[in-house]
């Protein structure tokens, strides 16, 4: 083998060595990419709506207002508990054992009373909301039927006596002879209207007391437990029919037979009426229905729940669906929609998520302003505040 020294071989390249960054640079690094545009994001989680009171045991009956949770709790012995709950503090504000025998009650506001009432509003206790003392001494009426921002009052005594309480006043406004058992009551701004056991409709001036109007016969149908004042007519829900009268002169319109309605709500130019028939839509000037769907409740706004659990949001005019707003609790202007880690709240009008209802499986929910409550299976209430700013974390 013969070796040339003087041919020089050719040098080899140096290795690439990759640059070392220290690890403070390199968190740096991360976050500057995480914040340029197109960047992967990390999927937004809805919040928890803040709970701010809850009832300690089983409830009964249950009332939420603006600033207040009431609530009923049986005892033994013909008794029961009323409790008020601030849903400022979340603490009791009161509570008023009394007794009762008078079957479910049912609780309703008018002003700053509570009215703690049996069947057709016999075995009345009404209490200041604000402290549970008694208002109206117990024993001197037996029917109490919130009206407005009143109270009609019913007591069997001297053959008979209709009163108006108000609560402002904190004392009967008037007081006049009624020969039968009061049945149900509404009010517009300037009269009171009532009807009888025996279905027999009057109007009163609710300043004074100046009897106007009557109907002279029930009517028809059965009776009239209930009353609903919309726009300029009153409408009056028997056991059969529903009947449109004017206000104050209690002029008959129309009587149209549907079986139990319960509910009349305005919905669009017709008015809903709920009951044993579903949903029925009925021109308030003739008292056609226009269109009925048994498997339909409510129509406030055009929303209806159907049987499938769905909500719908509906033409009022010809009862056409307008919107299938998916499974769903509708309460007010809302619907819970249950989801794999809770209950959502979302605005059924616009589809904006109001926060979540972690591990709530209620039996009923109401709303009112900024609160939502909800009776959980079981028998506890539980209140939470709507958020108005964005329901989503990392907003």
Do not use: K
């Not at 040098?11 to 070392?20: F, I, K, L």
């Not at 024993?139 to 053959?159: F, Q, S």
């Not at 058992?181 to 109007?203: E, F, K, N, Q, S």
């Not at 302003?369 to 079981?378: I, S, T, Y």
């Amino acid at each position: 083998m013969v070796i040339d020294l003087d041919v020089v071989p050719p040098s080899r390249e140096p290795a690439r060595t990759r640059p070392r960054f220290p690890a403070r640079r390199a968190l740096v690094l991360v976050v500057l990419l995480a914040l340029l545009p197109g960047a992967a994001e990390v999927p937004p989680r809805v919040r928890d709506l803040p709970l701010v009171a809850a009832t300690s045991s089983a409830s009964g009956t249950w009332l939420l207002t603006g600033a207040t949770l009431y609530s009923t709790h049986a005892r033994a012995g013909g008794r029961m508990d009323v409790v008020a709950r601030s849903l400022t503090a979340g603490e009791v504000l009161w509570q008023r054992d009394i007794p009762w025998w008078s079957g479910i009650p049912a609780l309703t506001e008018a002003g700053p009373m509570l009215l703690v009432t049996g069947p057709a509003g016999v075995g009345t206790r009404i209490l200041d909301g604000r402290t549970g003392e008694d208002g109206v001494d117990p024993a001197t009426y037996t029917v109490a039927l919130p009206v407005g921002d009143r109270i009609a009052l019913y007591g069997d005594g001297a053959g008979g006596r209709l009163a108006l309480y108000d609560p402002a006043q904190g004392r009967i406004a008037w007081q006049r002879r009624f020969g039968r058992p009061l049945r149900a009551a509404a009010a517009t701004g300037a009269h009171l209207i009532t009807v009888d056991d025996t279905g027999v409709a009057a109007t009163f001036a609710l300043n004074s007391g100046e009897p106007g109007a009557t109907t002279g016969q029930a009517i028809p149908g059965g009776s009239a437990p209930v009353v609903r004042i919309l726009g300029s007519r009153a409408y009056l829900l028997g056991d059969r029919t529903v009947t449109s009268v004017t206000v104050p002169n209690l002029t008959g319109l129309w009587t149209t037979a549907l079986p139990l309605p319960r509910v009349a709500v305005a919905c669009g130019a017709r008015v809903c009426v709920s009951g044993a028939a579903g949903v029925s839509a009925i021109n308030p000037e003739t008292g056609r229905v226009a269109w009925n769907n048994l498997d339909w409740t409510g129509g406030e706004a055009g929303l209806v729940r159907a049987a499938d659990g769905h909500g719908v949001l509906v033409d009022p005019e010809t009862g056409g669906v307008r919107a299938d707003l998916g499974p769903g609790l509708p309460v007010g202007d809302l619907l819970l929609r249950a989801g794999p880690d809770g209950l959502s709240v979302v605005e059924w009008a616009t589809g904006q998520i109001r926060g979540r209802l972690p591990g709530v499986t209620p039996s009923g929910c109401r709303r009112t302003g900024d609160h939502l409550a909800c009776q959980q299976v079981g028998g506890p209430v539980q209140v939470w505040r709507l958020l108005h700013t964005p329901a989503w974390y990392g907003q």
